[in-house]
């Protein structure tokens, strides 16, 4: 009886790839890093109108475009309709770049606003604290196990 063989040709390891896995697209691409910058989407655009006040507080905050001829990577991911400007837009969103130590600035005075509102929020709370009936402020809590007396 005549053996059956596989042509050679099929047997190349070119041919026996590994399985790929499919996995969700992220919704926005990721730009390269670029020493010294953190880089932000902002909102240009919501479903079609414009949002120019947000953009421009965002501008006067210390953001700036992203031109398009210096990340190259993300040619693709550009709407067509921004694609004539240097400007990376994505559904809306313009990628924008802060030098990093504005970033640590920006975060250092909103964290210090956040935690101004909070004592304040703390303090009216407490005004109305009486020592015949004292008011529960503690902000932990904690968890025991056991038997319940």
């Known amino acids: 009886m005549a053996e059956q063989r596989v042509a050679r040709e099929l047997e190349t390891r070119e041919k026996q790839v590994a399985v790929k896995h499919w996995k969700p697209a992220d919704r926005l691409p990721e730009p390269h890093e670029v020493e010294g910058y953190g880089h932000r989407w902002i909102r240009k655009s919501v479903l079609?109108?414009?949002?120019?006040?947000?953009?421009?507080?965002?501008?006067?905050?210390?953001?700036e475009f992203c031109k398009l001829s210096e990340y190259p990577e993300l040619q693709l991911a550009v709407d067509a309709s921004s694609a004539s400007s240097d400007i990376?837009?994505?559904?809306?969103l313009?990628?924008?770049?802060?030098?990093?130590?504005?970033?640590?600035?920006r975060d250092a005075y909103y964290n210090g606003a956040n935690l101004s509102q909070m004592e304040a929020?703390?303090?009216?709370?407490?005004?109305?604290?009486?020592?015949r009936?004292?008011?529960?402020?503690?902000?932990?809590?904690?968890?025991s196990f056991g038997r319940g007396s």
């Open 48 to 63: 079609g109108v414009a949002d120019p006040t947000n953009l421009s507080k965002n501008l006067r905050e210390g953001w």
């Open 94 to 105: 313009v990628l924008c770049r802060m030098p990093k130590e504005m970033i640590r600035q």
């Open 88 to 92: 990376i837009e994505v559904g809306g």
């Open 121 to 131: 929020v703390d303090s009216n709370f407490m005004k109305e604290n009486d020592p």
């Open 133 to 143: 009936m004292p008011l529960f402020a503690e902000k932990k809590s904690q968890t």
